[in-house]
């Protein structure tokens, strides 16, 4: 279950600020260069020191912006990108530091999000090389360098040469376009300070904010002052060609994917499920005494309800199956409040019956065990067999994970009782509080429990091509892993620690509540990560393993990476309540969604002989989230990047993917030997 509603609402008002600021000029924030070094010649990919084994090197410059005391100055950094080709697979990313410190979170996130990124492009196994980034001189850190860095990577993969007088700002997302990002004005200066001419920024910013003239300028036009060609590119295809003069190979779909009739009823099905329980939960919520069925309706629920209904009417059984599994969560969680308040409304002293009501709620660990043995047992058939294994073992981790915070919530309750037995001074009412959050978790346990269920029912059965073999699961998994612990170690640096934690005097674990009690997008990645640390411990056999840590990386990935567009590039603007009214870069979000769709549909499509039941869901439901409110767009941005994510794991897994990339490669006369690339599975 990858989105839900909350039953409650929480009173942070100067928390809230505190990330309107952090939104606002976040972008802007600057990253750390002491000095503008000279530029440094581009070094030639070096021939291949062995058989089957070379090293390529090629040598960007980063651009960067600081504030000083004389106000903002642009600056710039000579970054040196390696990659070696080896004949034992092991994934390496190195960083190197010239100073202690000298690399951040953001530029490690960045530069872990540059080698996924080019590794799927190319359709190549991570595991046989090396990647390393080396900063030279001074600091640098943040997300800006992120398409620099990805552009760095393809090259050294494929031998390319980037020209030395082009340099380029904007992040990286994981479906290959590019980002928005602050400070641009004065990134310019620095370019022109290092000897560039062209600068490419991101599709969709030629306005920025110049923190010295308090005003938005013309990009463009500051730039042909400058003696600077500024371009605006949308994607890392176009910024690659301008870069190298190359194109980089895509593989272009010839068929259109559709739902598999089998998977159609399948959904159907499920959402008439769904919304028989919602309507039972709605009916018991109806019976509550009125004071609390005021307070408890549960209004999203039976928004999501209509729309599960008209869905169903115009034959839209992934978008029904979606809404309805919303309506009945968001009801079944009032409910389970709602009965809480009950229980505390006859009687406030005892608070037995309130602990007895939530250990109710609690998912049993037997329960866990026969979803976890209901899906190892499913040996996958088929790639499209791995990808609907995977995408239920990632809802059972966020399911393990909604238990634990359930758990955490029970052991703070715990420990502010023992403390108010010892005389200590404690909060009653936020520490009662805990016992509300404890059963909201247990709930949506239970019902992600379900979910899980249902997915590998819904998705099994379908494609051709036989079952990727254990080397590709765990290679895969185990980059998307990296990848996705990068992007949520870069959130919790920017936002978290920065945004939340420090101004409020809190501790990471404490803003971390904060912020998931709130923030939907930020509890699913989070729940998905704490549910696959501590469901690894369980599963350990293949390929359920595998399976487990793929899923669970995708998710938090792609989550992760909606959650740093939100607050980063996007600069979400908040109400006083937290919720999402809009974008401070609009123009930038629907330029996103835009080729976000495109990509996803080529992706898609590009699988249509596996029939992509997973991929095509999360597809069809972005579409209809894109056309609603702020909070809806970004939910799509989510399941587009989950779509592509899954589709091109579907392509990788098949092998089609890599022979239309080495077909490619051969067309433009590049050299195919060079990378590791998969060949199609043999047929069993």
């Known amino acids: 279950m990858k989105r839900q509603k909350r039953w409650y609402t929480v009173s942070a008002v100067l928390l809230i600020f505190a990330l309107v600021l952090t939104s606002c000029g976040g972008a802007g924030t600057p990253t750390p260069t002491p000095t503008v070094p000279t530029p440094t010649p581009q070094a030639q990919p070096t021939s291949p020191v062995a058989a089957g084994e070379w090293e390529h090197t090629v040598t960007l410059t980063a651009l960067a912006y600081r504030k000083t005391p004389q106000g903002a100055k642009g600056a710039s950094n000579t970054v040196t990108i390696t990659v070696r080709r080896k004949k034992e697979p092991r994934l390496r990313v190195g960083f190197y530091d010239t100073e202690v410190g000298g690399t951040g979170a953001m530029w490690r996130a960045s530069g872990w999000t540059a080698v996924t990124v080019a590794c799927m492009l190319l359709g190549v196994n991570p595991q046989m090389f090396d990647f390393t980034f080396d900063a030279g001189g001074g600091y640098i850190d943040g997300p800006s360098a992120g398409a620099l860095t990805t552009i760095g990577v393809l090259a050294a993969l494929l031998g390319d040469t980037p020209r030395d007088d082009v340099t380029m700002t904007g992040t990286i997302n994981p479906d290959g376009t590019i980002g928005p990002v602050g400070g641009i004005s004065h990134k310019l200066e620095g ?24 005003k938005q300028v013309d990009l463009v036009k500051k730039g042909k002052k400058l003696g600077l060609d500024v371009r605006l590119v949308s994607n890392i295809f176009d910024a690659y060609r301008i870069f190298t003069g190359k194109p980089l190979p895509m593989p272009r779909p010839t068929n259109t994917a559709q739902l598999p009739p089998r998977a159609f009823d399948k959904l159907e099905a499920g959402a008439h499920y769904w919304l028989s329980r919602y309507e039972d939960a709605r009916h018991r919520i109806d019976n509550l005494p009125e004071e609390i069925r005021q307070e408890r309706i549960p209004t999203y629920g039976d928004e999501q309800a209509r729309l599960a209904r008209s869905a169903l009417e ?3 059984a992934a978008v029904a199956y979606q809404r309805a599994m919303e309506a009945a969560v968001d009801a079944e969680t009032s409910l389970q409040a ?18 007895n009501h939530v250990k109710a709620a609690r998912s049993s660990q037997e329960t866990m065990q026969s979803v976890i043995e209901r899906l190892a047992a499913e ?46 001074e404690v909060d009653m009412e936020q520490t009662i509080d805990l016992l509300w959050e404890a059963v909201y978790y247990y709930t949506l346990a239970n019902l992600e429990l379900e979910i899980a269920r249902q997915s590998a029912e819904i998705g099994l059965g379908f494609g051709s091509s036989p079952t990727p073999e254990a080397d590709r699961l765990l290679a895969m998994a185990e980059l998307m892993r990296h990848a996705a612990e ?6 919790e640096s920017v936002v978290l620690d920065e945004a939340i934690a420090k101004p409020r005097g809190l501790s990471r674990e404490v803003a971390r509540n904060l912020l998931a009690q709130w923030d939907s997008l930020f509890e699913s990645a989070w729940l998905s990560r704490l549910g696959y640390q501590a469901l690894q411990e369980e599963v350990w056999e293949e390929p359920a393993h595998a399976l487990l840590e793929l899923g669970a990386s995708l998710n938090m990935w792609a989550g992760t990476a909606a959650l740093i567009a939100k607050y980063y590039s996007l600069g979400a603007q908040l109400d006083e309540e937290g919720n999402l009214t809009g974008f401070r870069n ?13 990509r996803a549909r080529e992706m898609v499509d590009l699988t249509a002989q596996e029939d992509p039941v997973w991929p095509l869901f999360y597809l069809n439901v972005a579409q209809i989230w894109r056309q609603g409110e702020p909070e809806d767009q970004l939910w799509a941005l989510y399941y587009y990047w989950d779509s592509i994510a899954e589709a091109h794991m579907t392509a990788y897994f098949s092998g089609f993917y890599g022979d239309a990339i080495k077909e490619e490669l051969r067309r433009t006369g590049r ?8 060949d199609l599975p043999a047929r069993r």
């Open 379 to 424: 040996q996958p058939r088929t790639v499209s067999d791995a990808i609907a294994l995977a995408d239920g073992w990632s809802v059972l981790a966020d399911a393990w994970g909604a238990n634990v915070d359930g758990d955490a919530a029970v052991q703070r309750f715990i420990q502010a009782m023992q403390k108010a037995q010892q005389g200590e």
């Open 191 to 214: 370019a022109k300070a290092a000897g560039k001419k062209v600068v490419l920024i991101p599709a969709g910013q030629r306005y920025d904010y110049d923190e010295n003239l308090k």
């Open 314 to 316: 115009q034959g839209m």
């Open 586 to 598: 609009e123009k930038a979000l629907v330029e996103m969604l835009r080729l976000a769709e495109t």
């Open 338 to 355: 709602g009965l809480l308040d009950e229980l505390y409304n006859e009687n406030p002293d005892d608070l037995q019956k309130l602990i």
């Open 671 to 678: 050299p195919v030997d060079l990378l590791y690339i998969w």
């Open 486 to 491: 990068a992007n949520m170690a870069l959130f």
